[in-house]
């Protein structure tokens, strides 16, 4: 198994930056791909950005040019880099692994991190 815990959320002015980071633990060498979702209450829970296993990344055009996601291997721990922030990126954010089993994935998820961002 696999356990993600997410920090870093907080309350930012728009046009202000945050750095959101998730630790893993457990099995983390079987991480097929790891990344971030976010959900506004009311709304649909959406990708942000995930890493691929290959190591190439896909990004919602909402945050394109906006965030960057990167990894600390070493600490086991992935980043969301936040900038230029807008009312409508408030969110509880979480953090997404899946390991294949058999190519069947297996979704872990962390507990969320609230980002609430003010005009």
């Known amino acids: 198994q696999v356990h993600l815990v997410e920090s870093g959320g907080g309350l930012v002015q728009a046009g202000g930056s945050l750095r959101l980071s998730c630790l893993a633990s457990?099995?983390?060498?079987?991480?097929?791909?790891i990344g971030w979702y976010r959900q506004a209450p009311g709304k649909q829970r959406e990708l942000v950005v995930v890493?691929?296993?290959?190591?190439?990344?896909i990004y919602a055009d909402s945050v394109l040019g906006r965030f960057t996601i990167s990894r600390d291997n070493a600490k086991n721990t992935v980043y969301l880099q936040m900038n230029s922030l807008k009312p409508e990126d408030t969110a509880v954010y979480y953090c997404?692994?899946?390991?294949?089993?058999?190519?069947?994935?297996?979704?872990?998820w962390g507990q969320g991190t609230q980002v609430t961002v003010s005009s």
């Open positions: 997404h692994a899946d390991i294949l089993w058999g190519l069947v994935p297996i979704d872990y």
């Open positions: 457990g099995s983390t060498s079987s991480i097929n791909t």
């Open positions: 890493i691929n296993s290959d190591g190439s990344t």
